[in-house]
């Protein structure tokens, strides 16, 4: 059997060849040069939004500003782009019944799919990282940075810190992406899928504002895209990035778990 | 790349499949030997692309068993694939890659030299010109090529192929049927679903006939086309006569008039055994009435297919599941 490393590697090129692959990239690119133009051409700065007030002071403000931003629903909407249609392109070409008559079991398959879409939002979410960071530091400089306990850490040390912070921010971006891959096992509709995740997300975000539900907050899936805010304390707080770790496991591993069974034992009438 | 204990290519027993009230295929036998070509016929929604369905292993059979030399696709995966291709339905491929990435793509997944293939599949099913072109833009017999193509790359020993000349223009399907005559000419066995009779009377030598999910047939097609029987057809310079001598003659049955139409003019039919021709003719010169045409007619194996898959429904045990007495 072909190694699940060959088979993911197909996955990618896969992604390579669509069009939906690069407006979710583009998106994570354009939305930091649009900001950073912004501030440019504009006065004053975002004030209602933490590091908002420090964006003008330090480059480095400015990949923080777009993960809380992001969080509301454009990092899911970009993993949910390709997490819910990985395995539904496959059901709208008629293609499932392609790749499965070759020599490789629905599983190793299953995998690579897994795989590449999770690729696909790290790129992103880096992708994005890196040219807030490029274009934060052209227009605003290379400067220290304010925490938000109010004290300043050097530039070296703020871009450390929110290097932490994006792989944190990764977990809960998983989260969508297993969310996204069971919906598109499920639904066999690509647009259904990624709908679907975004709707949830969305949802999750507005049972915190419920009244009675609050209590829940520190268990949804989405309040853990704020979990590496704890890298920008002093001293750092490991505590919501502990819990962010397994309340994301607690979203993920039921979802690719039934989304595995359900894609392995299905049959495959379409086409 | 050995068989497991020299199992057959194909050995289906009592395959179900039913989908909520529906029941697609009904308990299906299916054995097809090392160098068959075997044709599984049946009219469109008789369930022969759900038994190849189950045979991929791509759905799972309500009851029964399927095993590929031996291997079943539900317990071994992709491992009881090894040494089988095809496709069921339409080929289907990735439209914003090209003819060969495609190929390319699915060599991969097959592992064991495909890639290799690649050139000389696509050069038998000639498709080098467009391989290059996105399958996007491909006609639907280009798509069938390709297909072709890609169950080359898996170098088979066993074929399935579903209506593979569907859609396919005149020239297609001719070169479809070369194909397929030139892999089994080599050793490969194939298994080919089909609605057509021609197409199963051309290629095949051993052919199971399917009705609503269940098989009404299954035989070698010289059998087959025995039980087809035939007729003469007898014009004469006085018919009136001549049907007088038929009846009285021995050895001939089954007399009637046929009238004429525009494009031919009346006669006489009637079954006879060819020994008994001799006697008529000149028995028919006897009686002034000289034959002007004598002609056997067999019936075609379409009529035994339309036999087989339109009367009154088929009753368990009206007709023989196996009406081919010498094993093959």
């Known amino acids: ?271 | 790349m050995t068989d497991a204990s020299g199992a057959p290519p194909i050995h289906a027993r009592g395959l179900v499949k039913e989908y909520g009230d529906v029941t697609a295929v009904a308990g299906v036998d299916l054995t097809v030997e090392a160098g068959d070509v075997y044709g599984y016929l049946g009219p469109n929604g008789a369930g022969k692309t759900t038994v190849l369905r189950m045979l991929l292993g791509l759905i799972r059979p309500t009851a029964g068993t399927a095993r590929l030399f031996g291997r079943d696709p539900l317990l071994e995966g992709a491992r009881a694939l090894q040494g089988v291709a095809g496709f069921v339905e339409a080929p289907r491929f990735y439209p914003y890659m090209s003819g060969r990435r495609n190929l390319e793509l699915l060599a991969a997944l097959d592992g064991d030299g495909a890639a290799g293939r690649i050139d000389e599949a696509l050069d038998i099913v000639e498709m080098t010109a467009r391989q290059g072109h996105k399958v996007g833009g491909y006609s639907h017999g280009m798509r069938q090529r390709l297909g072709v193509a890609a169950a080359l790359l898996r170098d088979p020993r066993l074929l399935l192929l579903d209506e593979p000349a569907t859609g396919l223009d005149p020239a297609g399907m001719r070169d479809m049927r070369a194909l397929v005559a030139r892999l089994s000419s080599e050793g490969t066995t194939v298994l080919l679903s089909s609605h057509l009779m021609p197409e199963v009377e051309e290629l095949c030598n051993r052919v199971a006939i399917v009705r609503t999910g269940r098989i009404v047939y299954e035989g070698d097609v010289e059998s087959l086309r025995a039980r087809a029987g035939g007729h003469w057809r007898l014009r004469t310079t006085d018919d009136v006569r001549a049907q007088q001598v038929l009846r009285e003659q021995r050895g001939v049955s089954a007399v009637a008039g046929v009238p004429g139409t525009a494009s031919a003019p009346s006669s006489l039919r009637f079954e006879a055994d060819e020994a008994a021709i001799a006697a008529l003719s000149i028995a028919l010169v006897d009686a002034g009435a000289p034959p002007v045409e004598l002609s056997p007619v067999r019936a075609t194996l379409e009529d035994v297919f339309f036999t087989l898959t339109e009367d009154e429904p088929a009753v368990d045990g009206g007709l023989p599941a196996t009406a081919d007495p010498v094993p093959a």
């Open chain 1, 1 to 271: 059997m072909p190694r699940l490393r060959t088979v993911y590697a197909w996955e990618l090129r896969k992604l390579l060849a669509q069009k939906r692959t690069f407006l979710g990239l583009g998106i994570a690119v354009l939305v930091p040069v649009v900001f950073a133009v912004a501030l440019l051409v504009q006065q004053g700065q975002p004030e209602d939004v933490a590091f908002g007030r420090y964006v003008r002071q330090s480059g480095l403000a400015i990949p923080p500003v777009l993960l809380i931003f992001g969080s509301i629903w454009l990092f899911p909407l970009i993993a949910a782009l390709v997490a819910g249609d990985i395995v539904a392109a496959e059901d709208n070409n008629g293609t499932l019944k392609t790749i499965l008559t070759r020599s490789t079991d629905r599983s190793r398959i299953f995998v690579a799919k897994a795989l590449a879409a999770s690729t696909y939002a790290a790129v992103a979410l880096a992708l994005m990282g890196a040219v807030a960071l490029v274009a934060g530091v052209a227009v605003s400089g290379f400067n220290p940075l304010v925490t938000l306990s109010g004290t300043t850490v050097s530039a070296s040390k703020g871009l450390e810190l929110i290097a932490f912070s994006l792989l944190v921010y990764m977990m809960p971006l998983l989260g969508i992406v297993a969310i996204a891959l069971l919906l598109s096992v499920l639904t066999h509709n690509s647009a259904a899928a990624v709908v679907g995740a975004l709707m949830i997300s969305l949802i999750l975000q507005l049972v915190t504002i419920l009244p009675g539900l609050g209590a829940l907050q520190p268990y949804l899936l989405t309040t853990q895209f704020n979990a590496w805010q704890g890298f920008l304390r002093t001293p750092i707080d490991y505590a919501p990035v502990v819990r962010a770790a397994w309340v994301c496991a607690l979203y993920a591993v039921p979802c690719v778990a039934v989304a595995f069974t359900s894609f392995v034992r299905r049959d495959v009438t379409g086409g």
